[in-house]
């Protein structure tokens, strides 16, 4: 049985950092599209980064790129995602998803494409 179980989150100051973790099990972490992604109150739900099949390639969004990082231990089955230099509007819930699919620059970012998904974890920007 797949599960994504997110941890980490929680209340830091503008500028300050967080790490993120998602603990994995069911499937064999190196097989899968693994990514992050967020939702505010009231907007939709967006591709924060994500880890392609076999580490291939990492992609960010233009509003987290230089901030954070994704990476991932497959030892633990975990992936992280480091934030720093955190803003008010990097708050919302950060959720983990996986697809078996190939993702590519233009399209790791499609909800859509994800078939599985944590139960967030919320991050809160503020002084």
């Known amino acids: 049985q797949v599960q994504l179980v997110e941890s980490g989150g929680g209340l830091v100051q503008p500028g300050g950092s967080l790490r993120l973790s998602c603990a994995t099990s069911?499937?064999?972490?190196?097989?899968?599209?693994i990514a992050w992604f967020r939702q505010a109150p009231g907007k939709e739900r967006e591709g924060v980064s994500c880890?392609?099949?076999?580490?291939?390639?990492?992609y960010y969004s233009h509003s987290v790129k230089g901030r954070f990082t994704i990476s991932k231990d497959n030892a633990k089955n975990t992936v992280y995602l480091e934030m720093k230099s955190l803003k008010p509007e990097d708050t919302a819930v950060y959720y983990c998803?996986?697809?078996?699919?190939?993702?590519?620059?233009?399209?790791?970012?499609?909800?859509?494409?994800?078939?599985?998904w944590g139960q967030g974890t919320q991050v809160t920007v503020s002084s």
């Open positions: 880890i392609g099949i076999s580490n291939v390639a990492t």
């Open positions: 069911g499937f064999r972490l190196d097989s899968y599209t």
């Open positions: 998803a996986i697809t078996n699919v190939l993702v590519v620059s233009t399209t790791w970012s499609m909800k859509y494409k994800y078939t599985n």
